[in-house]
């Protein structure tokens, strides 16, 4: 898996790894260091995923009626999932649960 990590000036990481460029690139500039470095990395980190983030899953895949393809164990997989979905399905179920209280109001 590629992931960008951004090294302090001691060669440390910082925060997490990042998705793309441009990501590691504005938490840079969030904290206020240019002076931190960026680096391309083909890494494999071992993070289990969280119950909440499982069942978060379980909510995307019931409301957007798509499917998780991934690891559902993996932290970062299941970050991405729900990163790019994740949005979508409350905005469906908020949808959905105003329609059905109009209905159930006589509006």
């Keep these: 898996m590629k992931k960008y990590i951004v090294y302090d000036t001691t060669g440390n990481p910082v925060g997490v790894p990042f998705n793309t460029w441009k990501d590691a690139e ?6 206020g260091r240019p002076d931190w ?3 391309l990395a083909h890494i494999h980190i071992d993070r289990k995923s969280t119950e909440r983030q499982r069942r978060a899953v379980s909510f995307v895949e019931e409301w957007c009626n ?7 164990n993996d932290f970062y997989e299941v970050s991405d999932f729900l990163a790019d979905y994740l949005g979508t399905a409350k905005e469906i179920a908020s949808d959905a649960a105003a329609s059905y209280w109009s209905m159930i109001n006589g509006y």
């Design 37 to 39: 470095t960026v680096k």
């Design 26 to 31: 504005t938490y840079k500039i969030v904290y």
């Design 66 to 72: 798509i499917s998780f393809e991934g690891n559902i």
